[in-house]
């Protein structure tokens, strides 16, 4: 490990390109796997930047800058947006429309914070471009789309990421979250959950309001599920593991006065455990199943929407990466947290390799929004991060990971 304690500066011509490449994004987010008009911003602003910079994974974008002898070390940052009706206010807020895979029109808004992630690796990019004296080796640079639908690594891997570009010894990346802007949480092992989303086709058997003994009701069986889904937390998880199921969508008919053929609905699980998560899924399966059978109806039809890994934080290779932001942002700025129960695909990229990685998250608001109580999590439409200090605290972090791993040259 490099002792490290200076980094590149942060000019004003920075904060000036950082923040007009945040509102750029900002104001144009494109849906998971669509993300084509941002990966040729992207695929631009590298090769401006010198970097050998190639799509991969559809709407993936890969930069690669190569520096003399030394390591090689990677960073990722996600690209897609949400299907969410931006509600911030702000004068540049996105108004965008997109196409949800089921034909939907839909609002189109970086309501998880993406647009952030990308403006701070373009900008630790430009910087590390800016001044190659004081380091040596190659730096990848991984702009993943679909991670909101857990496809973009996946589909990044199979495209053959690391047959196209050098293998690094490391993978960082970090996610920008409601805490206070300046300030870093990390955590060693387990740093998010692991995390599977199903639809659950329920079938039963139509007919009118006023012969209800003709039908098989799917929405009162379907609501049978669902109450007794929600016991498998608290009777069948150990009280001392972690385990979060929930419900998300439920629909079914059409008309008041019409019991439907079928109804619907979605779940999410989320655990730390791949033993409880193995537990939780075959309790779900036998929960739906058994419901549906005492209610004499066909099996229901249940289909994976998505799948996340665990997101996993070497120990050591975590242990080296917080004296170094000790070093350059401040001990008070670092806090060294448990897991939480967000999930990422972003350990999919270095599980293909066998080799670690460390993900961590920075703030994004001032203490007085935080005291106030105005602030808004991911995926809220009115997710709006202060952007300084926050741009340039990832832009720090990002470099203080980067160089804590590169040679230093001469």
């Known amino acids: ?8 500066e942060l000019t004003a011509t920075h904060i000036r390109q950082l923040e007009e490449t945040y509102w750029h994004l900002h104001e144009t987010p494109e849906l998971s796997m669509q993300e084509s008009k941002t990966a040729g911003f992207i695929l631009a602003e590298l090769a401006q930047m010198g970097f050998e910079a190639f799509p991969c994974g559809g709407t993936g974008v890969v930069g690669v800058l190569r520096n003399g002898a030394g390591p090689v070390v990677a960073y990722r940052a996600d690209t897609d947006g949400l299907p969410i009706a931006e509600d911030t206010g702000l004068a540049r807020a996105s108004t965008v ?10 609002p189109v808004m970086h309501g998880c914070g993406h647009d952030t992630h990308m403006a701070v690796a373009l900008t630790t990019a430009r910087l590390l471009a800016e001044d190659t004296s004081s380091w040596s080796g190659t730096v990848v640079f991984i702009f993943q789309p679909g991670e909101e639908t857990a496809e973009g690594a996946v589909a990044m891997i199979e495209d053959g990421l690391w047959d196209k570009a050098p293998k690094p010894s490391v ?3 970090q996610h920008v979250w409601p805490g206070l802007a300046g300030t870093l949480n990390i955590s060693s092992g387990t740093a998010m959950a692991m995390a599977d989303s199903w639809k659950v086709t329920v079938l039963g058997k139509q007919a009118h309001g006023s012969q209800p003994e003709q039908s098989i009701d799917p929405i009162v ?3 049978h599920m669902i109450v007794r889904i929600q016991t498998i937390v608290a009777r069948e998880v150990h009280p001392m ?4 199921v929930t419900i998300g969508t439920f629909h079914g008919g059409l008309k008041e ?3 439907p053929g079928s109804a619907e609905f979605t779940l999410n699980v989320r655990n730390f455990d791949p033993k409880v998560r193995e537990r939780v899924l075959g309790s779900l399966r036998r929960i739906i199943a058994a419901e549906a059978d005492a209610s004499g109806a066909p099996a229901p039809v249940i289909e994976e929407i998505s799948t996340f890994p665990e997101c996993y934080n070497d ?3 975590t242990a080296e990466l917080v004296t170094a932001f000790h070093g350059v942002l401040g001990e008070e700025a670092v806090n060294v947290v448990p897991p939480v129960m967000g999930s990422e695909d972003f350990g999919v990229l270095a599980q ?16 007085d929004r935080l005291d106030g109580g105005d602030v808004a999590g991911n995926h809220s439409p009115e997710f709006a991060p202060d952007l300084d200090p926050t741009l340039a605290t990832g832009v720090r972090a990002a470099l203080t990971a980067l160089l804590s791993k590169l040679g230093h040259a001469g």
């Open 315 to 317: 120990p050591a290779t």
């Open 97 to 106: 429309r997109g196409t949800l895979p089921d034909g939907s029109d839909v």
């Open 1 to 8: 490990m490099n002792t490290l304690t200076v980094i590149p």
């Open 241 to 244: 593991k972690s385990a979060v």
């Open 257 to 259: 006065n019409i019991i």
């Open 352 to 367: 293909a390799l066998g080799v670690p990685s460390v993900y961590w998250m920075f703030g994004a608001f001032g203490q």
């Open 171 to 173: 993978i960082y990346g």
């Open 221 to 223: 069986l379907g609501a």
